[in-house]
């Protein structure tokens, strides 16, 4: 690899969680283009005993009203969890200690929820890959105080996914989502149950939540490492288990891959290199599984990958060395890191699964006209198009229902990702290349290595509010917390040029 340094640039203050280590680093290294990064890469592989089991979520309760709403309790409250033998660390949760409860409801239902803050922070619930209207989508515009409630519905208009949820306060998201706040969000539809994929939650369709983790002597998380991108732990949890092992009961398993980490870029693989199907990305199934061998997930991606086990076997899921298109940033930023993940271990004998079907599901393919909006966004530094974040600033006021070419530029050297909310878009190119099979479905969110481009589909929806934003961001959540970050709403397309630029603060708050 031969890629140029990051350019140089000012980085920007230094927030109130930045440990001036991680902030020297990268500025000498901004400057001078050539120190190789303060720390070697790590590697935990033959060090994981995997003597937890795995975790499982467990489903929400939910209770359907004589309006066919469905409505959930979703409570964000402060705990300890016992992650180390012996060690209570201090966590935060909904629901629960770790994490979140995983929701499950289907394509077309009403869905509420009473969402509770118990913490003595402001936090928000937000809503990841969701198609919804913008006064609902839990971001640093609808905050939930301590001691408050909100109670956002909409109606579930998308196919079967594999979402979550997690908060958005500004300028805090890294903060809340390492200390545990971030569940699974399940949709079901009767295209995707026809298929008979392996579909029992916990058994032979799994939520894998994969995050890394330091700790210190007490057992309590310690955030002290930080590259360029942000936290970097040295041990994985999956659902909040250390050394975890899954136990197989079936011939095929489904695990549904959320990257629910803060910085960490995972290429996953297994030990033996055999290969799995992968069925679905971050908004729904491909069209047909796409036999893989690994697969690159960026901070909030997800995959569902089938694995096919025989009796009696045992595999690891690894994370493996991978190229960020940084050069000599690689290992600042992770690339260089080998981990140990997940075990999975078959019983002696295994219960029949279904054939994988040949074809999944019919996945339209976006095709915009030559005539269609086209928009740009430059990635450097933590800025995105040479701006920080301004939670007043609306940057892009889109019309509703356009189907949109958004050109996304990362011309660092440092890895970057690229999420927009309310959408699930699809890959036109990477760095004018036809997309790898694992960028052919719906996604909401994109990697971006050192020096990359990406073009996307963007199909815009009918939820329409000229005063309350969506936001599309670095999802690197340290970057997103430092303000890499912009605005749009969308409106009526007739509204388009008289909508707000700015926005009124006071009055967003109201409108939970
Ligand atoms: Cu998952 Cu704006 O975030
Ligand atoms: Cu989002
Ligand atoms: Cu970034």
Redesign the pocket.
Known sequence: MSQSPAPTRKLSPVSRRTILFGTAAATLLASTGCIPYTRDAISTIGEVKFSNPLRIPRLADSAVDGDGVRTFDLTARAGTTEFLAGKQTPTWGFNRSYLGETLRARRGEKVRFNVRNELDETTTVHWHGMHLPAEMDGTPHQPVRPDGQWHPHWTLHQRAATLWYHPHPHGETEDHVNNGLAGMFIIDDDESDRLGLPSQYGVDDVPVIVQDRSFDDEGEFTTRYRGI?GFLGDNILVNGTYAPYLDVETELVRLRILNGSSARVYNFKFDDDRRFDLIGTDGGLLEKPRRMKNIVLSPAERAEIVVRMKPGSRTILRSAPQDLGAGVLATGAGGNDRMEVLQLRARPALRRSGALPAQLVAVERLRPRSSATKREFV?DG?EINGKEMDMSRVDTVVPANNLEVWTVRNVAGQP??FHIHDVQFQVLDVDGHAPPPELTGWKDTVFLPGKSEVRIAVPFGSYTNAHVPYMYH?H?LW?EDRG?MGQFTVVAPDEVGSAPRKLEMKEMHDHA
Request: charge should be neutral; charged fraction near 0%.
């Open positions: 991108n990635l933590v970057h990702n670095c690197l970057h890499m």
